[in-house]
């Protein structure tokens, strides 16, 4: 008896964690209806805090003492920044869809921030670039890009197939 309510109380659990997808209709109407040059914003200033931050660690003097005390500080604050984009452009992509230049009519490269995702983020992101790809809110280039990055490098990013 105790057995069959653990089994039951688990499967319960497993299946209310599950979120729902929204449907593209829903995706698209909630893109329409977004604060755009808000969100627009955001994700400029997403990306150019991730090349402020690869930036800033080619401007090190490899010949300082304390040049690997920087490096590794650096690369922390870049490992933490990469965690935070990676969060908000899942959510944004989720919510929005892939916000590509073509639907936000800017010139902001939202890509670059899954292109950057750590490791522990690939498994959520590969769904996603699939679903973004197959509703045609995301083009070839940037969905091979970011598949062969998610699926660990492998090869080059133009061999990878759609």
Not at 48 to 56: G, L, S, T
Not at 64 to 92: C, M, V
Request: with cysteine; charged share 35%.
């Amino acid at each position: 008896m105790k057995l069959t309510y653990l089994l039951l109380l688990l499967m319960i659990t497993i299946i209310s964690c599950k979120k729902p997808q929204p449907s593209n209709e829903e995706i698209e109407k909630a893109f329409r209806e977004v604060n755009n040059e808000k969100l627009w914003k955001e994700l400029e200033e997403m990306v150019d805090n991730d090349q402020y931050y690869r930036n800033q660690k080619n401007s090190l003097n490899k010949d300082a003492k304390d040049y690997k005390i920087k490096r590794d500080s650096l690369e922390n604050i870049r490992y933490l920044n990469d965690q935070a984009n990676t969060k908000r452009i899942l959510e944004i992509t989720e919510k929005y869809g892939f916000p590509n230049s073509n639907r936000t009519g800017k010139s902001i490269a939202p890509w670059i921030l899954f292109h950057h995702s750590p490791v522990e983020y690939h498994e959520k992101i590969k769904p996603l670039i699939e679903r973004e790809f197959n509703a045609k809110r995301m083009d070839s280039n940037t969905y091979r890009l970011l598949k062969w990055h998610v699926y660990g490098r492998i090869g080059h990013p133009d061999e990878t197939e759609l």
